[in-house]
């Protein structure tokens, strides 16, 4: 019996216009109001909370960054996983000489270094306002408290951003998780997490129940470990092969409400 639902967001809940559909919001609220629904997603808390308020299920327990920074529904945080901070000023010196665009999160905070289309997209895109600091200041910042970033996102050319994954998966393949969700993004979080691992964090810190009981949903390679870890695990059409492959039932493409076809099946498996 399934007992919550865990959903990626970019590709996969969300429509073309990156929002949620009514058709989505409405079977949403046809489930109990003690149903939890947990965002896992490399996005930032208040990139989700947003999404949450708009389903009318806002507060519940959210798995930000990948994994890296798991909140309960009353804010405790659960995981804290950062890249170190060497590590993140070696990513800045590396990329210094290319175009490629910088974008580092750490906890609740977003810190922007250039005001350009790639700043102004993600603004757009997450409903979120960042912090205007050049990368070395927030370097600074992190080193006096002794902490790192919860992810660093670059964006810019294929080839570029080609390049740059490279050279971080030759040197720190075994420290990084090198998420490519597009030719010109690659999502830096730290290796020894997942959304399926701060899923679980979540399961043990505030349900009675495992990860047996809950429907899953995602695209992308960064989905794979929870679709598979979870009883019941659907990828949308479309999705990676690899990420189908692990799925237990594939629904229809983001853009056609994939999500909201199965949780309206499942609703009326339960109410025969």
Known sequence: MIKALCTDIDGTLLNSIRDLSPRLIEVISRYPKNFPVILASSRMPDAM???????????????????????????????????????????LRLTAKSEIHISLYQGENWYEEKNDYWSQREIRNTKVQCTWMKGMEV??????GDSGAHKVMCMG???EINWLFGELHFEHANDLHLYRSSDTYLEIAPKSI?????????????FDFGMEAVIAFGD????IDLLQ???WGVAVDNARPEVKMVAKEITSHHKEDGVAMVLEKLLTKSER
């Open 229 to 231: 870890s979870v009883g």
């Open 157 to 159: 050319d294929s080839n």
């Open 49 to 91: 909370r947003h999404l949450l308020v708009d389903l009318g299920k806002n507060p519940q327990p959210l798995v930000a960054y990948n994994g890296g920074f798991v909140l309960s529904s009353d804010g405790e945080i659960l995981e804290n996983q950062t890249i170190p901070v060497d590590l993140v000023a070696k990513i």
């Open 139 to 144: 370097v600074d910042l992190w080193s006096k």
């Open 194 to 206: 997942s959304k399926a691992t701060g899923l679980k964090k979540i399961l043990a810190h505030e």
């Open 220 to 223: 992308n390679y960064n989905d």
